[in-house]
């Protein structure tokens, strides 16, 4: 139970990452598929409405002053209100296709008058397909992993090869941090 409970906080945090590497644990035995499937499910829910209630605050008239010195005047606005209302299932699905931009995107929604109802309706169908996409990579991922766990010498040589890409890719920064600062390194 207190496995479900940090996974959930971490999905809220980072839910796809998150969302993965549980699959990963559901796929060596240690969780079970539904709740991982559910929390991951329920967490982006959760995640996408905030953010749509962050851009339905921006709404409020001293906030529309604040967007139309950034260029979101109420022509803009109008137009965004009938785009995203027209194209949501669109915004929706290319939100979480690409997770960068998720955050614009639930943003915009609220900030767009979009009734709430429509948006949850589609960010859980929308996060129930990732959910299930997600989970079950890494799914697939646990078998393997599991697999390697059993053999030592595997595992001593996965740690001893990540160990050695690590030091390099910090080494290299270093080099090249130094090549900018002119020698020093920070």
């Given at each position: 139970?207190?496995?479900?409970?940090?996974i959930a906080?971490?999905?809220?945090?980072?839910?796809?990452?998150?969302?993965?590497?549980?699959?990963?644990?559901?796929?060596?035995?240690?969780?079970?598929?539904?709740?991982?499937?559910?929390?991951?499910?329920?967490?982006?829910?959760?995640?996408?409405?905030?953010?749509?209630g962050v851009?339905?605050?921006?709404?409020?008239?001293?906030?529309?002053?604040?967007?139309?010195?950034?260029?979101?005047?109420?022509?803009?606005?109008?137009?965004?209100?009938?785009?995203?209302?027209?194209?949501?299932?669109?915004?929706?699905?290319?939100?979480?296709?690409?997770?960068?931009?998720?955050?614009?995107?639930?943003?915009?929604?609220?900030?767009?008058?979009?009734?709430?109802?429509?948006?949850?309706?589609?960010?859980?169908?929308?996060?129930?397909?990732?959910?299930?996409?997600?989970?079950?990579?890494?799914?697939?991922?646990?078998?393997q992993l599991?697999?390697?766990?059993?053999?030592?010498?595997?595992?001593?040589?996965?740690?001893?090869?990540?160990?050695?890409?690590?030091?390099?890719?910090?080494?290299?920064?270093?080099?090249?941090?130094?090549?900018?600062?002119?020698?020093?390194?920070?």
């Open positions: 139970m207190q496995a479900y409970l940090v906080t971490l999905m809220l945090l980072e839910g796809p990452a998150t969302t993965l590497a549980a699959g990963s644990m559901v796929g060596a035995g240690q969780l079970a598929l539904l709740p991982v499937w559910l929390l991951a499910v329920g967490a982006d829910v959760v995640a996408d409405s905030v953010l749509f851009g339905r605050w921006g709404r409020h008239p001293r906030v529309r002053r604040i967007l139309a010195r950034l260029g979101l005047g109420a022509e803009r606005l109008d137009r965004l209100q009938h785009g995203i209302g027209r194209h949501l299932p669109r915004v929706m699905i290319g939100a979480k296709l690409v997770d960068v931009s998720a955050v614009p995107a639930f943003l915009a929604a609220g900030l767009a008058g979009v009734p709430y109802r429509r948006f949850v309706v589609w960010t859980a169908l929308t996060s129930a397909v990732r959910a299930a996409v997600l989970v079950a990579l890494g799914v697939l991922a646990g078998h599991d697999a390697l766990a059993n053999s030592p010498a595997t595992v001593a040589s996965l740690s001893a090869a990540l160990g050695g890409s690590l030091l390099l890719v910090s080494l290299t920064a270093k080099k090249l941090s130094s090549r900018r600062t002119g020698g020093e390194i920070l």
